[in-house]
């Protein structure tokens, strides 16, 4: 018999398949969860504004009234034609804002509705939502609305400044001042049955639609605005989502307020321009003011040139997505707004002074600086 002995010499070692493939796993996890970290810090917003249509449902669908209006028809047909009645007087109307800084806006608003309405109440603070110290615009200014002196109501709350630490939040300031407003309604003078608008400065009524409020009988207690959504200038037509300005007819329970009302909205009803300033520095200011100041995530976006370069290409100030309920909205809004070259249908006191507006007609997007 034959026997065949193998060799009993060690074989040299072979690198396993698995260590390798956990190696290659330790690295990847090591390069992918820091970049994924930074990614999060990074573009956390854009990333929860992109998936919002998974986690969040939209608010219930507004109840949208016809909106009828054309000139030279009388104000009795149009009342009929929304199911209303003729009055045989107008109801009083009292414009109520809570204003900032936006002298331009607030004059073109004014200019608009001063034959219609009975008195401009104005509230003005010496700090912003933020708690930023600021000026008195309309005090310091209130020589340029001369023309309806006889009619305003002005008065002003005394902000709190914030101090290092601080952590007052800044809707908990605004609702304060919503709160001063209720009292100086009062002291202006408003009564039940009166028309009350509540709307922030770019929100502007048209004035069609507050003579026919103020001429009609059997309008809802209370109505949204649809407005026409604009912004940085009439150039950049956003979309009919601005909603929260609002119609009161007056009553003991009426409270000033910046919020969904009621379920019914009177369609195309006037103009909302956001962010629609003449000076780069008016954006800085609101930009580091306003409720939503911590959008600004880095310094850098207060840079007047990239301000400049984002005005002029209709593109977000705050490099965010849009706030939408739909993966269809959020793509078909993404990128910046597409540019209109029609000036009809703005207000009117715009095109009769287009050289003092210019910047917020087509082609006047370069801000002074």
Request: charge should be positive.
């Amino acid at each position: 018999m034959i026997k065949v002995f193998r060799s009993m010499a060690p074989r040299p070692p072979r690198p396993t398949f698995r260590r390798s493939r956990r190696k290659l796993l330790f690295i990847l996890l090591l390069i992918l969860v820091p970049l994924s970290i930074i990614g999060i810090f990074t573009h956390g917003q854009k990333i929860s504004y992109f998936f919002r249509p998974l986690w969040d449902k939209p608010p219930p669908p507004f109840e949208h009234l016809p909106h009828y209006y054309a000139e030279n028809v009388s104000t009795d047909h149009l009342c009929r034609l929304h199911g209303w009645t003729p009055r045989s007087e107008p109801r009083r109307v009292f414009d109520a804002v809570i204003f900032s800084n936006e002298l331009d806006l607030l004059e073109i608003r004014w200019r608009e509705l001063h034959r219609h309405v009975h008195k401009f109440v104005i509230l003005e603070s010496n700090t912003t939502f933020t708690g930023i110290p600021k000026p008195l615009h309309f005090a310091a200014n209130r020589e340029r609305f001369a023309f309806a002196e006889g009619k305003i109501v002005h008065s002003v709350f005394p902000g709190r400044v914030a101090t290092y630490g601080s952590d007052r939040d800044p809707f908990e300031l605004e609702a304060e001042q919503r709160v001063a407003m209720n009292h100086l309604l009062r002291r202006a003078g408003i009564s039940n049955g009166d028309l009350l608008i509540m709307s922030d400065t770019d929100e502007i009524p048209s004035p069609h639609t507050v003579k026919l409020l103020r001429w009609c009988d059997g309008v809802p207690p209370v109505l949204h605005l649809e407005l026409k959504n604009y912004l940085y200038s009439f150039e950049f037509p956003v979309d009919y989502s601005s909603w929260r300005a609002t119609a009161h007819i007056y009553n003991d329970w009426t409270q000033y307020r910046h919020s969904r009302q009621t379920d019914v909205i009177l369609s195309d009803a006037g103009w909302h321009c956001s962010f629609c300033f003449r000076y780069l520095r008016e954006f800085v200011f609101k930009m580091t003011a306003y409720s939503h100041a911590d959008r600004v995530r880095h310094r850098e976006f207060l840079k007047y040139s990239r301000i400049q370069k984002l005005i002029c290409r209709g593109d977000d100030l705050f490099d965010m997505l849009p706030e939408e309920y739909s993966f269809k909205e959020l793509i078909k809004k993404m990128g910046p707004i597409p540019k209109s070259a029609s000036a009809v249908h703005v207000p009117a006191y715009l095109i009769e002074n287009a050289e003092k507006f210019r910047f917020l007609l087509p082609g006047g997007c370069l801000r002074s600086q």
